[in-house]
């Protein structure tokens, strides 16, 4: 059967599959297409209506093609790891990263601490979108506002995206895509999924405090009260168990913390299964090394 994959590109492109094939190989010809070389960080999802990506509109495929796979009309291959520093040795290359990142904005997996470095995210996209600064083009408000993390979107922020707009007037837009994903990648928050969470205030026990929690490579991570900076609360190596319920997520730590740690969250499915991946992921990475260095000694 015939199915429509939205790539990273931004192009669609119909595959043929097969009923039972595994979604893992059809993910690794997309890939393939693509040249990338780390399949096992990217995954098939469902486009629920409409044409907007976001954490809510995505819901990841099964384990193999159904009968019923035609009858979606949008799968969207989408990066759900990030242990792989991206490549952009060319324009190709650049041009996909550069759509993953403004994704990731707009999805707000992105997370921006400074309010400049926010500024200049939004600044770059115009250029690279709109061409350079024109006086007589005015680019809709609204925008304008979409190219700010979710976090930013004021009306007072306009003004300082069109400044910083303004001064890129000599960029070249290839050159200009690559700076921005240097720039995103080099983000301390780049790589890190983000969950909305409420726990126990630590200077106040008997307070609890809303915040954001962040999952990546190096284990779980905190944003302080102003969200100007983050903390790595919990290494990945002192987490022994994690439980999902209905609202909450539970942390074991061990030796490491004399409780469990409660997590309220809308995304406890969610958090618990990514950690699953990460960890999955981690150790077959970890597995393979430990085999490939065996092999070389002998």
Same mark, same amino acid.
């Given at each position: 059967?015939?199915?429509?994959?939205?790539?990273?590109?931004?192009?669609?492109?119909?595959?043929?599959?097969?009923?039972?094939?595994?979604?893992?190989?059809?993910?690794?010809?997309?890939?393939?297409?693509?040249?990338?070389?780390?399949?096992?960080?990217?995954?098939?999802?469902?486009?629920?209506?409409?044409?907007?990506?976001?954490?809510?509109?995505?819901?990841?495929?099964?384990?193999?093609?159904?009968?019923?796979?035609?009858?979606?009309?949008?799968?969207? !291959?989408?990066?759900?790891?990030? !242990?792989?520093?991206?490549?952009?040795?060319?324009?190709?290359?650049?041009?996909?990263?550069?759509?993953?990142?403004?994704?990731? @904005?707009?999805?707000? !997996?992105?997370?921006?601490?400074?309010?400049?470095?926010?500024?200049?995210?939004?600044?770059?996209?115009?250029?690279?979108?709109?061409?350079?600064?024109?006086?007589?083009?005015?680019?809709?408000?609204?925008? @304008?506002?979409?190219?700010?993390?979710?976090?930013?979107?004021?009306?007072?922020?306009?003004?300082?995206?069109?400044?910083?707009?303004?001064?890129?007037?000599?960029?070249?837009?290839?050159?200009?895509?690559?700076?921005?994903?240097?720039?995103?990648?080099?983000?301390?928050?780049?790589?890190?999924?983000?969950?909305?969470?409420?726990?126990?205030?630590?200077?106040?026990?008997?307070?609890?405090?809303?915040?954001?929690?962040?999952?990546?490579?190096?284990?779980?991570?905190?944003?302080?009260?102003?969200?100007?900076?983050?903390?790595?609360?919990?290494?990945?190596?002192?987490?022994?168990?994690?439980?999902?319920?209905?609202?909450?997520?539970?942390?074991?730590?061990?030796?490491?913390?004399?409780?469990?740690?409660?997590?309220?969250?809308?995304?406890?499915?969610?958090?618990?299964?990514?950690?699953?991946? !990460?960890?999955?992921?981690?150790?077959?990475?970890?597995?393979?090394?430990?085999?490939?260095?065996?092999?070389?000694?002998?």
């Amino acid at each position: 059967m015939l199915i429509k994959v939205l790539l990273l590109t931004g192009e669609l492109e119909e595959l043929v599959v097969d009923v039972g094939q595994p979604w893992e190989l059809v993910v690794r010809a997309c890939c393939e297409t693509l040249d990338i070389d780390f399949p096992e960080e990217f995954w098939m999802y469902i486009l629920n209506g409409g044409s907007t990506v976001s954490r809510t509109s995505l819901t990841p495929v099964g384990e193999t093609v159904s009968e019923r796979a035609h009858l979606v009309s949008t799968y969207v !291959l989408k990066r759900r790891l990030f !242990l792989t520093s991206p490549d952009i040795s060319d324009a190709q290359r650049s041009s996909w990263m550069y759509n993953q990142c403004v994704s990731m @904005i707009r999805e707000g !997996l992105l997370l921006f601490l400074k309010k400049d470095d926010a500024i200049l995210a939004a600044a770059m996209q115009c250029r690279i979108t709109h061409g350079p600064y024109n006086a007589n083009t005015k680019i809709p408000s609204q925008t @304008i506002l979409s190219c700010l993390p979710l976090r930013y979107r004021k009306k007072k922020m306009i003004g300082k995206v069109e400044k910083a707009y303004r001064k890129l007037w000599n960029n070249q837009e290839e050159n200009l895509k690559m700076r921005f994903v240097n720039f995103c990648v080099n983000l301390p928050t780049y790589g890190i999924v983000w969950f909305p969470v409420t726990m126990k205030d630590p200077t106040n026990p008997r307070k609890r405090t809303s915040t954001q929690c962040g999952i990546g490579e190096a284990g779980i991570y905190l944003l302080n009260k102003n969200c100007s900076d983050m903390n790595l609360e919990y290494p990945l190596e002192q987490l022994k168990r994690w439980a999902p319920s209905k609202n909450n997520i539970l942390l074991d730590l061990g030796d490491y913390a004399s409780e469990y740690v409660d997590l309220e969250t809308p995304y406890p499915t969610d958090m618990s299964e990514y950690l699953n991946l !990460l960890v999955e992921t981690l150790v077959k990475r970890r597995d393979s090394i430990n085999s490939k260095t065996k092999s070389a000694r002998k």
